[in-house]
C-alpha cells in the first residue's frame, strides 16, 4: 500500500488513540525519528508509531495490518541490514519505551521494550549488579537478548537469553501474552534466540548478578606481532578463569593520550581483557600477556556502564558486518585471520575481531535454539566507514575475512552479528531441527509472517511440511 492510500481519517484515529507520536512525511521530527544507526540505510516509512505504551505498541500493530502495511519494529535500531525501518510502511519505535526497574532484592530488572544497554547498565550500576550486556552501549536490550546475547561478562554468566525471566509480547493480532518457564513455555524456549519473530517485545525482565568491580586491561602491539600475540592469547584464554573475556582485535590506532604518535591513525592489534573483579587480581590473571612487547598499555578498575561505552562508534556511519563461529582456532586459523588484517579499511572505525567464547557460555542450557554457543572463538569482521566511495572495499572485505576462517567454522553463526545473508544461513543458524521446532511456533503466534523484518523464521504449513 502506498502512503497516499492511508486516509486521513486512519491517520487522525491513529493519533488520538497513541499516549505518543505518529509522524508522516513532511512532519516535523520525521526525517530524525526515521535515521537509524547504520548510515547505509535511508528509507522512508509511511508512518513512525513512537509508542510509549504496551497498548500504544498493540494500537500500532493494529494499524499496520488494518492498513496492509508492512510492520517494522525499532528497538535500539542497531540492526545492521536496517530492519529497524521500512519503505512505505509503519514502523513501531519502542524508543519512549525505556524504563528499567531494578530489584535488589531478587536480582532481576525488568527493562523496557526500548531501552539500551546504556538503560540498563546504569541502572544496574548503583546496586553493584550487572547482567551480560551487548559490547556497545546504544544496542537495544531487546534485539540483543532475544537473538541470543553476547558480550564481555558471557564466559561468567552466559549467554544474555540464559539469564531471560519472563518476556511480555504484543503480538501479530494486537494481542499481549506473557512468556516465561512456567507460562507458553515454548514460546519462551523460542525467545532464547529467535529474535523478533514471534511478536514485539514491550518489556523483558532479567537475572542480575554481583559485579562488585570491574577492570581491563588495554595492550597495543603493532601489527606485525599480531601471529605471535593472537597464539599466545589463544592459549592464555584457554586456561583463564571465567571471569576473563575481552577480544583480539585489529583497529586503526585512536588518537588518545595513552596510544603513542606514530600508532595514530594506523593499523594496530589490540588485545583487550575484561576482568569481573578488582584491578590487582586482573593484572596478576593477564600476566601471561604483559611479558609481548606491546607499546601501550591502559589497566585500570572502572565502572561496567563505562566499559560498555568504551568501543561505541559514531551514529550515521556506514556499517556492514559478519562473523564465523568457529570450530577450533588452530595455528592455520590464525594466520588466516591475521593476514587479513592486512587489507582492512584504515583509517576507518572498522574492527577486525575475534571473541573468546567458552565458561559459561558453552555450560548453558544445550536445548536452547543458539548452537553456536559450543564454540570456543568468533572471528567478527566489523566494518565501519564514512565514505560511500569505500562501500565495495570495505563489504569485499567483510567477505573476504569470513572465506579466509570458513574452513575451520561452525555452520551455525549468531545472527545478531550479521546481515542479510540469505534464508540458508538463518536456518544454518538455529540448525535444522531447532529451526522446524521455531517455525512451528512462528505458524502459531504470526501464521502469516506479519513480523518478517528480520531474521526471518517462516511459519511451518498446516500440514508440517
Not at 486512519?10 to 513532511?26: F, I, Q
Not at 537478548?145 to 493480532?173: F, P, Q
Not at 545473508?421 to 509472517?449: I, M, S, T
Request: net charge negative; hydrophobic share 40%; with cysteine.
Amino acid at each position: 500500500m502506498a502512503p497516499q492510500d492511508i486516509t486521513e481519517a486512519a491517520l487522525a484515529g491513529l493519533r488520538r488513540e497513541l499516549t505518543g507520536d505518529a509522524y508522516t512525511p513532511g512532519d516535523a521530527g520525521y526525517d530524525d525519528a526515521r535515521t537509524i544507526f547504520n548510515g547505509m540505510i535511508d528509507r522512508r516509512p509511511a508512518v513512525i508509531a513512537q509508542c510509549e505504551t504496551g497498548p500504544d505498541v498493540a494500537r500500532a500493530v493494529r494499524f499496520g495490518r488494518d492498513n496492509d502495511l508492512e510492520i517494522a519494529v525499532r528497538g535500539g535500531g542497531h540492526s545492521v541490514a536496517g530492519m529497524a525501518v521500512t519503505d512505505g510502511g509503519i514502523v513501531v519505535d519502542l524508543r519512549r519505551i525505556h524504563t528499567v526497574v531494578v530489584d535488589p532484592q531478587s536480582r532481576a530488572a525488568r527493562i523496557g521494550g526500548g531501552a539500551t544497554m546504556s538503560h540498563l547498565d546504569r541502572a544496574t550500576q548503583p546496586h553493584a549488579l550487572a547482567t551480560t550486556g551487548g559490547r556497545a552501549s546504544t544496542t537495544g536490550v531487546g534485539g540483543f537478548t532475544l537473538g541470543g546475547g553476547s558480550g564481555w561478562l558471557e564466559r561468567k554468566w552466559g549467554l544474555a537469553c540464559d539469564n531471560l525471566i519472563a518476556v511480555e509480547l504484543v503480538t501479530a493480532d494486537g494481542d499481549t501474552v506473557h512468556a516465561s518457564a512456567d507460562e507458553n513455555q515454548e514460546l519462551f524456549w523460542a525467545l532464547h534466540g529467535g529474535g523478533g519473530n514471534f511478536g514485539v517485545a514491550t518489556a523483558i525482565t532479567l537475572q542480575l548478578h554481583a559485579l562488585p568491580a570491574m577492570s581491563m586491561v588495554m595492550l597495543l602491539f603493532r601489527p606485525e606481532a599480531g601471529p605471535e600475540v593472537v597464539r599466545a592469547y589463544r592459549d592464555f584464554i584457554e586456561s583463564a578463569p571465567d571471569e576473563v573475556g575481552g577480544a583480539c582485535l585489529y583497529i586503526t590506532g585512536p588518537p588518545e593520550p595513552f596510544v603513542p604518535e606514530h600508532m595514530v591513525g594506523k593499523l594496530v592489534l589490540a588485545v583487550l581483557v575484561t576482568y569481573a573483579g578488582w584491578e590487582e587480581e586482573a593484572r596478576d590473571v593477564s600476566e601471561p600477556m604483559l611479558g609481548l612487547g606491546h607499546e601501550a598499555e591502559v589497566i585500570a578498575e572502572l565502572p561496567y556502564a563505562e566499559l560498555q561505552c568504551m568501543l561505541d562508534d559514531p551514529p550515521l556511519m556506514r556499517n556492514y558486518w559478519s562473523a564465523e563461529f568457529m570450530a577450533g582456532f588452530p595455528d592455520e586459523a590464525v594466520d588466516a585471520y591475521c593476514s587479513r588484517a592486512a587489507d582492512m579499511p584504515v583509517p576507518t572505525g572498522t574492527q577486525h575481531v575475534l571473541f573468546p567464547m567458552g565458561g559459561a557460555v558453552a555450560r548453558g542450557p544445550a536445548d536452547y535454539p543458539v548452537p553456536w554457543r559450543e564454540a570456543p572463538w568468533a572471528v567478527h569482521p566489523f566494518g565501519v566507514w564514512e565514505s560511500p566511495d569505500d562501500d565495495e572495499r570495505a563489504k569485499q572485505w567483510v567477505r573476504d575475512v569470513r572465506a579466509d576462517v570458513e574452513p575451520w567454522s561452525l555452520s551455525a553463526t549468531y545472527l545478531n552479528f550479521i546481515g542479510r545473508e540469505g534464508q540458508e544461513r538463518v536456518v544454518a543458524a538455529y540448525g535444522e531441527d531447532n529451526y522446524k521446532r521455531l517455525a512451528a511456533v512462528k505458524a502459531e503466534y504470526d501464521p502469516e509472517n506479519v513480523f518478517r523484518l528480520n531474521h526471518n523464521i517462516k511459519p511451518a504449513s498446516p500440514n508440517g511440511a
